[in-house]
Each structure stands twice: as structure tokens, then as C-alpha cells.
């Protein structure tokens, strides 16, 4: 490859990164709406038939607070013991922090 076009593709491939940030509400559709519910409601269609119901997003408070650690923490690590898992290997920081941002939406704080 001519060193312009790889120059070129270098500049293409920053500019698209630097674009689009990470999506909460659509990482939210994609990986937590199933259990948690279109609106965080605790209402999915994979909830059915857990033995812990899924925890509402949209309600004011959590069981393990809403500060932005606690809750990146949550998306992190998961509950153990529950059906909800940790995505720190599924999910990079920058996602992850952008759900952690978009429940303040669900919870009608934005
Ligand atoms: C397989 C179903 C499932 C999926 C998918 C899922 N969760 Fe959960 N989640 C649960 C369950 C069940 C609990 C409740 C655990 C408990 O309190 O016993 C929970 C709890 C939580 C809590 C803690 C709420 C509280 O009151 O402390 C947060 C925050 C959370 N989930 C966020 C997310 C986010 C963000 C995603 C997507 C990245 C996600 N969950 C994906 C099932 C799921």
C-alpha cells in the first residue's frame, strides 16, 4: 500500500472513533432491555421465570445506591449470584460509562 493511502486510512479510521461516541441508549437496547425492559421497568421478555426479578431502572433509587461509581460497579462486576453478570469483559469503559449515564435517563434524572 502507498504511504498516502495508509496516511489516509489512518485519518479515516481517527475521525470515525472521534464521531461516534458510545450510544447508551443503544447499548441499553442491545444488552440490558431483554431483562431490565424497554424503559428499565424490570419487564423484559428474558426475565421470565428468574428467581431474583430483574431490578426497575427507572425507579429514583437502587438497592446499591446511584452514584456513578456504584452503579458503573454494578455494570462491571454484576450482582454474583444473580442472573445479572458483569460486562467489564463484554463492554469497554467508554460503553460502560455511557450506560452509566443513560440510566440517569430512565431514572428521569436527564
Ligand atoms: C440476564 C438478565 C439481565 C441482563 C441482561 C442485565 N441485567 Fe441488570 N439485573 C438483573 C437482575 C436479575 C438484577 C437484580 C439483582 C438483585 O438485586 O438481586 C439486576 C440488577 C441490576 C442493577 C442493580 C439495581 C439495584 O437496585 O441495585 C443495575 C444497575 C443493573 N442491573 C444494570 C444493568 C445494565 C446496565 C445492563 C446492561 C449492560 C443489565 N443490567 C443487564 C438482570 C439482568
Not at 460497579?73 to 449515564?101: C, E, F, H, S, W
Request: charge should be positive; charged fraction near 25%.
Amino acid at each position: 500500500m502507498r504511504r498516502n493511502s495508509l496516511l489516509l486510512l489512518l485519518a479515516l479510521t481517527t475521525a470515525a472513533a472521534q464521531a461516534a461516541p458510545p450510544d447508551g441508549k443503544a447499548l441499553y437496547t442491545t444488552w440490558c432491555a431483554g431483562c431490565h425492559g424497554p424503559k428499565g421497568q424490570g419487564d423484559g421478555p428474558d426475565a421470565k421465570g428468574f428467581d431474583s426479578k430483574p431490578a426497575s431502572l427507572a425507579a429514583s433509587s437502587y438497592k446499591r445506591g446511584t452514584s456513578d461509581k456504584a452503579v458503573l460497579k454494578i455494570i462491571t462486576k454484576g450482582v454474583p449470584g444473580t442472573p445479572m453478570d458483569g460486562y467489564g469483559n463484554k463492554l469497554k469503559d467508554d460503553q460502560r460509562d455511557a450506560l452509566v449515564q443513560y440510566l440517569k435517563v430512565l431514572r428521569g434524572e436527564k
